[in-house]
């Protein structure tokens, strides 16, 4: 069974940094690419990042140059690095995996997994 759990979001002035962190069980072994989606109040979810078990990343224009994926495959953990946040990047951060070898585009129904989101907020 998979499961995913992010930690990581907060309350942060503009112009400050967060690390979020997604904890991953039952995708070891197995091709699987990992994802960052947002939701901010009233609009869509849209696609952050993604990272494939070999390291390949692919980024949404929200992620584009500002928040770089990483994960550490030991430990089954993906990551978000956020700097420069802005009162735009206000939304719950949700990650998703998918067991395509190969990531797939920012779409929800390309994801099959999800974790329950975690909360960034960053005052204007």
């Known amino acids: 069974q998979v499961r995913l759990r992010e930690s990581g979001g907060g309350s942060v002035q503009a112009g400050g940094s967060l690390r979020l962190s997604c904890a991953a069980s039952g995708l070891s072994g197995i091709d699987h690419c990992m994802a960052w989606f947002r939701q901010a109040p009233g609009k869509e979810r849209e696609g952050v990042a993604s990272?494939?078990?070999?390291?390949?990343?692919n980024y949404a224009d929200s992620g584009k140059g500002r928040f770089p994926i990483s994960q550490d495959i030991a430990k089954n953990t993906l990551y978000l690095q956020m700097d420069s946040l802005g009162p735009e990047d206000t939304a719950i951060y949700y990650c998703?995996?998918?067991?395509?070898?190969?990531?797939?585009?920012?779409?929800?129904?390309?994801?099959?997994?999800w974790g329950q989101g975690t909360q960034v907020t960053v005052p204007s």
């Open positions: 990272i494939d078990r070999y390291g390949r990343t």
């Open positions: 998703a995996a998918s067991t395509k070898w190969r990531c797939p585009p920012f779409e929800v129904s390309s994801f099959t997994y």
